[in-house]
C-alpha cells in the first residue's frame, strides 16, 4: 500500500483565512481524493483531484471555495478558502488505483476555525 | 433512504463474544464494497474487500446480499484491540468512481 503523508496535521485558524493543505505519495497512483469528516459524521468526499486538469466536485463542493491542484501523480493540495466555523473539520486525502480498487488515506489534517 | 445505511450503534460486548454487523446500500448498480475500520482520531484503513463468493480473513467474515442489497461483516472471538468504528463503503465503480461511506457502527469491547 501506498505511503501518504498530510501536511500540517493540525491547525487553528482565523474566520476569513485560508489554509492550503498538502498531500504526498510515495509512488505514483493514479487516483488522488480530497474527503471531509466532520465530527461525528462519515467521510463525505469533496473531489477528485486530476492531474493536470481540473478537479471533478461532489454536488455542494465548489472550486471557489475548495480549489485543488495536482500537478503530478504524486502530490496534490487542498485549500479552505474564506474559513468560516462551519468549516471546522478534518481533511483527508485518499488514494486509489481505479473506480474498482480499495483506497488508502492519509492520517488527516485536524481544522479548527475561530 | 440514504445511499448506504448502518446502525451507529455502540454495540457493547465482552470479549470472546461473536458480533455481526449490517450495511445496507441503496444503489443496486453499486459494484464495490469494503468494510474499513476507523480508530478514534485517526484515518480509516481497509480492513477487507467484499466479494460476491463472501471472503475470510482470520477472524473476520465478509458477506455480500445482493438480493437484499446489504454487506456484513462477522467478527469471531472478539478482542479488545477491535474497539473501533466499522465503515462500510459502496461504489458504483464502471468508470463512475462514488464511494460512498455509512456512517460507521461503533464496537466497544469490554474485558
Known amino acids: 500500500s501506498a505511503v501518504i503523508s498530510q501536511k500540517p496535521s493540525r491547525d487553528i485558524c482565523q474566520r476569513g483565512t485560508s489554509l492550503t493543505i498538502q498531500c504526498q505519495v510515495d509512488s505514483q497512483v493514479t487516483m488522488m481524493f480530497w474527503y471531509r469528516q466532520q465530527p461525528g459524521q462519515s467521510l463525505t468526499l469533496i473531489a477528485t483531484?486530476?492531474?493536470?486538469?481540473?478537479?471533478?466536485?461532489e454536488s455542494g463542493f465548489v472550486i471557489d471555495k475548495f480549489p485543488i491542484s495536482r500537478p503530478n501523480l504524486t502530490f496534490s493540495t487542498l485549500t479552505v478558502s474564506n474559513m468560516s466555523p462551519e468549516d471546522s473539520s478534518i481533511y483527508l486525502c485518499?488514494?486509489?488505483?481505479?473506480?474498482?480498487?480499495?483506497?488508502?488515506f492519509g492520517p488527516g489534517t485536524r481544522l479548527t476555525v475561530l | 433512504r440514504k445511499e448506504v445505511e448502518q446502525d451507529p450503534g455502540p454495540f457493547n460486548v465482552p470479549e470472546g463474544a461473536t458480533v455481526a454487523f449490517n450495511c445496507t446500500y441503496s444503489n443496486s448498480a453499486s459494484q464495490s464494497f469494503f468494510w474499513y475500520r476507523q480508530d478514534c482520531r485517526k484515518e480509516p484503513k481497509l480492513l477487507m474487500s467484499v466479494y460476491s463468493s463472501g471472503n475470510e480473513d482470520g477472524r473476520f467474515t465478509a458477506q455480500l446480499n445482493r438480493a437484499s442489497q446489504y454487506i456484513s461483516l462477522l467478527i469471531r472471538d472478539s478482542k479488545l484491540s477491535d474497539s473501533a468504528t466499522y465503515l462500510c463503503v459502496v461504489n458504483l465503480g464502471g468508470g463512475s468512481y462514488i464511494p460512498t461511506f455509512g456512517r460507521g457502527t461503533s464496537l466497544i469491547v469490554h474485558p
Open positions: 485518499s488514494v486509489g488505483e481505479s473506480s474498482y480498487n480499495e483506497q488508502f
Open positions: 483531484a486530476n492531474q493536470g486538469s481540473e478537479a471533478t466536485y
